[in-house]
């Protein structure tokens, strides 16, 4: 049994780190290959080793350009990197491969793929902005203190009690509810049951039953999933 079928093995096995080591030697032996490299990456892949996917799917489309499955390890590498504008291209060039008829069965989960990425900048974005948030809610909050500390001398200097303290209140309530809005905006939402996959046969928008010979592509609805996902990014990958 050569480097290569030991690799194939190991790797039906869950043996990753094992088959990872027989496709190196394998390519000791045959450095010009991209299968290789592109089987060592799935290896990686595996193992959550990101960089190393990233360097042996580079190499793997050096050595051949139109590899999908190289393509996509490597817009996976980036994603799980964190480098979403680079994954983003790479998912794309991935799609561009997957429209050639003896690449279509990789379209489905490259797709999946870009959502995913979609989805995590959205997550990333999300979480940037409410700790920006917060920090402005504490920025704010100390204004309102600042307000109360110069209208606290003013009431001690004219007599006046109580206008101070309830002029904090009323800020610090409807500053809580400025947030909360916020909060509840950025909220998971529900997906429109016309934009949703669904069992049968009819049409997504009338109800109406069709059969399979009728079906053509709705560019109408296609227009308007888009802009749903525009303006609701959490719902990729849904």
């Not at 190196?24 to 045959?30: F, H, P, S």
């Not at 209208?151 to 206008?163: I, M, T, Y």
Request: with cysteine; charged share 30%; glycine share 4%.
């Amino acid at each position: 049994m050569n480097c290569r079928e030991e690799g194939k093995l190991y790797f039906q096995k869950g043996k990753y780190s094992a088959a990872a080591e027989a496709y190196t030697e394998a390519i000791t032996l045959e450095p010009s290959d991209a299968a290789l490299y592109q089987n060592r990456a799935l290896c990686y892949q595996k193992l959550c080793k990101w960089n190393q996917v990233l360097d042996d799917a580079r190499k793997a489309l050096e050595l051949s350009k139109k590899s999908v499955k190289a393509q996509y390890l490597l817009a996976t590498a980036f994603m799980n990197l964190n480098q979403l504008e680079e994954a983003e291209k790479a998912f794309q060039d991935a799609l561009v491969l997957a429209a050639l008829p003896e690449f279509s069965g990789y379209k489905e989960s490259i797709e999946q793929g870009l959502y995913s990425m979609y989805h995590k900048r959205w997550e990333d974005e999300q979480s940037l902005a409410i700790g920006q948030d917060e920090k402005n809610k504490l920025i704010i909050d100390d204004l309102i203190n600042e307000a109360y500390d110069l209208e606290r001398a003013k009431e001690d200097s004219s007599g006046e009690v109580g206008a101070a303290e309830r002029n904090r209140e009323r800020r610090r309530a409807q500053l809580n509810e400025i947030y909360e809005r916020v909060s509840e905006k950025r909220q998971e939402s529900t997906i429109p049951e016309s934009l949703c996959c669904q069992n049968g046969h009819w049409d997504p928008v009338t109800r109406q039953p069709i059969n399979p010979s009728q079906v053509v592509k709705n560019l109408a609805v296609k227009a308007v999933i888009e802009d749903f996902l525009r303006e609701n990014p959490w719902a990729y990958g849904k």
